[in-house]
């Protein structure tokens, strides 16, 4: 009674009516009255209601302009983003539903308010989200709110691929040092294995030209030792896919033709005597070993490529590669490994239980490109730092030993200090196997057929402003 009392006196008050004391019974009595005691009752129910539908009015148009952000997909790229509507203004927004997703390829959850699927085509796109508001009557038709969805183009799409020019015969094929634009290859390799791919760039795919890098292997039956060559023409020489070809063969060669006269005997003997006793004379003796032998392989490497271009009527320059590669041999004692390596790319050795990385060479890196040196460069050979391209070490067992060319490096690696750190080899290896971003993963088990399939299909991997060609050799 005191609520109807009240407002009646304000009412009365608002129209300049005052009780007078005179009336004051009389007041109370009509205050008291049935009727106005349900008017005023009435009133203020409704007053609460039109009350409650202006905040609700207010609630809704908050909601419509309020921005809400849909986080940019990419085409073919596994999309999932949660939609926040715990910030202010949306709190009380119910009953979502988005009308035109599908079209996209992607799909609102309403239970985890997320938005996901695998967006079919790019563009910028305005998408229907209806809702409804806590408060509102059961029946009321839902409200329309229009969001923009853009779907970037998957980057990879932008690139052509467009197969280098192979020819009608095989004598254009010799005349223009044609290669097929992608190799892989899984061979055992005497005790151990190896799988091996190389594949063409998307930049050079893009424009039709050819793959520059080049990979060689083999295992000499006689001697037990086996030899692995990868080599990366360089991009700004016409003839670099020739040069990083002959260089491989002719380190094959090399080791063919030398490396199986009385010296290995004595070798071996040394490297035993070197396990038994590890001393300062027996080291001197290993490297002049591997001077000898693997600076002679280089600069064998180094002529043939020289005897091409003068047959060829070209400058050598025009045939510019690295050239990495590392000779193995299985002991009782365990593994000798050699390596040479001129140019960026890297030898890794990750040992059996991945608990230790040994980088096998220094890599030419420089400022903006610089450094880069290749075989072709005769100043290489007089050097005062020739030594030091040359590698040894004997190691009871590993699990993987790789070479590479820049392409793979420059993309999983980044900088050259990273080579060095065990952890970001195990990631490598992580990758390998599956942990990256398209799970492309390759099981590098010797029972696995096609393995060599899998490495090439990895090597098809994005990564922004990394578009040169790749090879990787993964001993195991």
């Given at each position: 009674?005191?609520?109807?009392?009240?407002?009646?006196?304000?009412?009365?008050?608002?129209?300049?009516?005052?009780?007078?004391?005179?009336?004051?019974?009389?007041?109370?009595?009509?205050?008291?009255?049935?009727?106005?005691?349900?008017?005023?009752?009435?009133?203020?129910?409704?007053?609460?209601?039109?009350?409650?539908?202006?905040?609700?009015?207010?609630?809704?148009?908050?909601?419509?302009?309020?921005?809400?952000?849909?986080?940019?997909?990419?085409?073919?790229?596994?999309?999932?983003?949660?939609?926040?509507?715990?910030?202010?203004?949306?709190?009380?927004?119910?009953?979502?539903?988005?009308?035109?997703?599908?079209?996209?390829?992607?799909?609102f959850n309403s239970e985890l308010k997320i938005i996901e699927g695998n967006p079919s085509h790019s563009g910028d796109f305005k998408v229907k989200m209806k809702f409804s508001v806590l408060g509102e009557e059961e029946n009321t038709e839902p409200h329309e709110k229009w969001l923009s969805l853009v779907i970037n183009a998957n980057p990879k799409s932008l690139w052509k691929n467009i197969a280098s020019d192979e020819g009608?015969?095989?004598?254009?094929?010799?005349?223009?040092?044609?290669?097929?634009?992608?190799?892989?290859?899984?061979?055992?390799?005497?005790?151990?294995?190896?799988?091996?791919?190389?594949?063409?760039?998307?930049?050079?795919?893009?424009?039709?030209?050819?793959?520059?890098?080049?990979?060689?292997?083999?295992?000499?039956?006689?001697?037990?030792?086996?030899?692995?060559?990868?080599?990366?023409?360089?991009?700004?020489?016409?003839?670099?896919?020739?040069?990083?070809?002959?260089?491989?063969?002719?380190?094959?060669?090399?080791?063919?033709?030398?490396?199986?006269?009385?010296?290995?005997?004595?070798?071996?003997?040394?490297?035993?005597?070197?396990?038994?006793?590890?001393?300062?004379?027996?080291?001197?003796?290993?490297?002049?070993?591997?001077?000898?032998?693997?600076?002679?392989?280089?600069?064998?490497?180094?002529?043939?490529?020289?005897?091409?271009?003068?047959?060829?009527?070209?400058?050598?320059?025009?045939?510019?590669?690295?050239?990495?590669?590392?000779?193995?041999?299985?002991?009782?004692?365990?593994?000798?490994?050699?390596?040479?390596?001129?140019?960026?790319?890297?030898?890794?050795?990750?040992?059996?239980?991945?608990?230790?990385?040994?980088?096998?060479?220094?890599?030419?890196?420089?400022?903006?490109?610089?450094?880069?040196?290749?075989?072709?460069?005769?100043?290489?050979?007089?050097?005062d730092k020739f030594s030091t391209r040359l590698g040894f070490t004997l190691i009871e067992d590993f699990s993987y030993l790789m070479l590479m060319t820049d392409g793979i490096y420059d993309a999983k690696f980044v900088v050259e200090a990273n080579l060095e750190k065990l952890e970001k080899w195990k990631d490598f290896v992580e990758d390998l196997q599956g942990n990256n971003e398209d799970k492309v993963a390759v099981s590098?088990?010797?029972?696995?057929?096609?393995?060599?399939?899998?490495?090439?299909?990895?090597?098809?991997?994005?990564?922004?402003?990394?578009?040169?060609?790749?090879?990787?050799?993964?001993?195991?």
């Amino acid at each position: 009674m005191f609520e109807t009392k009240q407002y009646i006196e304000s009412l009365l008050h608002e129209n300049n009516i005052n009780v007078l004391s005179i009336r004051e019974k009389l007041f109370e009595e009509y205050v008291n009255e049935e009727f106005n005691i349900e008017a005023v009752k009435q009133i203020k129910e409704k007053q609460k209601i039109m009350m409650d539908k202006w905040l609700l009015k207010n609630k809704i148009e908050d909601i419509l302009a309020k921005q809400i952000i849909i986080p940019n997909a990419t085409v073919g790229k596994p999309y999932q983003a949660i939609l926040d509507f715990n910030q202010p203004d949306l709190q009380d927004i119910s009953g979502i539903e988005f009308e035109n997703l599908a079209q996209y390829g992607l799909n609102f959850n309403s239970e985890l308010k997320i938005i996901e699927g695998n967006p079919s085509h790019s563009g910028d796109f305005k998408v229907k989200m209806k809702f409804s508001v806590l408060g509102e009557e059961e029946n009321t038709e839902p409200h329309e709110k229009w969001l923009s969805l853009v779907i970037n183009a998957n980057p990879k799409s932008l690139w052509k691929n467009i197969a280098s020019d192979e020819g009608r015969d095989e004598d254009w094929k010799a005349k223009n040092f044609w290669k097929a634009d992608n190799v892989s290859d899984f061979q055992p390799i005497g005790d151990k294995n190896i799988v091996v791919a190389s594949k063409r760039g998307r930049s050079h795919a893009n424009v039709g030209s050819f793959r520059d890098d080049d990979f060689g292997f083999k295992h000499y039956k006689d001697n037990g030792w086996s030899v692995v060559c990868v080599a990366d023409g360089a991009g700004s020489a016409k003839l670099a896919r020739q040069g990083s070809k002959i260089a491989c063969d002719a380190v094959i060669e090399y080791f063919a033709e030398n490396f199986n006269d009385e010296n290995l005997i004595a070798f071996d003997e040394l490297l035993l005597d070197h396990h038994h006793k590890k001393g300062v004379d027996t080291q001197k003796k290993i490297s002049h070993f591997v001077y000898y032998n693997l600076s002679k392989a280089a600069f064998y490497a180094h002529h043939k490529i020289e005897e091409f271009a003068t047959k060829a009527e070209s400058s050598l320059k025009d045939f510019h590669s690295t050239l990495i590669f590392a000779l193995f041999k299985k002991y009782d004692f365990g593994y000798a490994i050699l390596t040479f390596g001129v140019g960026d790319c890297p030898i890794g050795l990750l040992n059996k239980d991945l608990t230790n990385i040994k980088l096998m060479n220094w890599l030419d890196v420089g400022e903006f490109g610089g450094g880069t040196r290749f075989i072709t460069m005769p100043e290489i050979f007089s050097s005062d730092k020739f030594s030091t391209r040359l590698g040894f070490t004997l190691i009871e067992d590993f699990s993987y030993l790789m070479l590479m060319t820049d392409g793979i490096y420059d993309a999983k690696f980044v900088v050259e200090a990273n080579l060095e750190k065990l952890e970001k080899w195990k990631d490598f290896v992580e990758d390998l196997q599956g942990n990256n971003e398209d799970k492309v993963a390759v099981s590098i088990d010797s029972s696995n057929d096609e393995i060599a399939n899998q490495l090439s299909t990895w090597m098809d991997f994005w990564s922004s402003g990394n578009h040169d060609d790749r090879t990787l050799a993964i001993i195991f």
